[in-house]
């Protein structure tokens, strides 16, 4: 029973750096094109935002490699949570609203 607790820790951990992977890939990617597309304010927000993503890649995959350091693996979790809430919250509202 530990050993299935222990590998879907592991698999939780591993989402929670891809997360934070896909966050800062997202953020190159439109880093990228955000001036021509996007102007001028857009690509400077992106800029204040990426060293926090950044900070949050950091973080997880410090949580990833270290096993023991089980408290840090719950705070990377419980902020994707609330991102990931966030997002879904923002996403059905803009739907239902516009």
């Known amino acids: 029973m530990l050993h299935v607790i222990f590998v879907v820790a592991i ?17 190159f990617l439109d880093l990228a094109h955000g001036a021509t597309k996007l102007g001028r304010a857009s ?20 949580a990833a490699f270290r096993p023991k350091w089980g408290w840090l693996f719950w705070i990377a979790w419980l902020f994707s949570a609330f991102v990931c809430a966030v997002v879904v919250f923002l996403t059905y509202f803009w739907k239902v609203f516009s």
């Open 11 to 27: 698999a939780a951990e591993a989402m929670t750096a891809a997360l934070a992977a896909a966050l800062s890939l997202g953020l």
């Open 43 to 62: 690509y400077s927000s992106d800029l204040r935002t990426l060293p926090y993503l950044l900070g949050f890649l950091v973080i997880t995959l410090l």
